[in-house]
């Protein structure tokens, strides 16, 4: 059974910087045979879920939305079967619940196949 996990949220100042997390279980993110991609969503309060950053498990090719580019930056350690996304620069309109999700199609938020309860990030000015 495919299980993701996030962590890692929480309250932080305009600026300042936080790291998710995102265990994922019961698949092998990095076989090539089956495509795997995990990506970081996120949704505020009243607006649609958004693509935040996406990673390839056979490539690691790594994508990013223009809004995050330059501030946030998606890995994978195999080691710990995780996911980060750390987040520096943070600024208020960055509040959100933040989703980790895994698919073998499209990294978008429709084409997701299992999704995380999510993290709620909040960013004081």
């Known amino acids: 059974e495919v299980q993701l996990v996030e962590s890692g949220g929480g309250l932080v100042q305009a600026g300042g910087s936080l790291r998710l997390s995102c265990g994922a279980s019961?698949?092998?993110?990095?076989?090539?045979?089956?495509?795997?991609?995990i990506g970081w969503f996120r949704q505020a309060p009243g607006k649609e879920r958004v693509g935040v950053s996406c990673i390839s498990g056979s490539d690691g090719r790594t994508v990013y939305a223009n809004s995050v580019k330059g501030r946030f930056t998606i890995s994978y350690d195999n080691s710990k079967k995780t996911v980060f996304l750390q987040m520096n620069s943070l600024k208020p309109e960055d509040t959100a619940v933040y989703y980790c999700?895994?698919?073998?199609?499209?990294?978008?938020?429709?084409?997701?196949?299992?999704w995380g309860k999510g993290t709620l990030v909040t960013v004081s000015s």
């Open positions: 999700a895994a698919t073998t199609r499209r990294c978008v938020p429709r084409g997701m196949d299992y």
């Open positions: 019961g698949f092998t993110f990095d076989d090539h045979t089956i495509g795997w991609s």
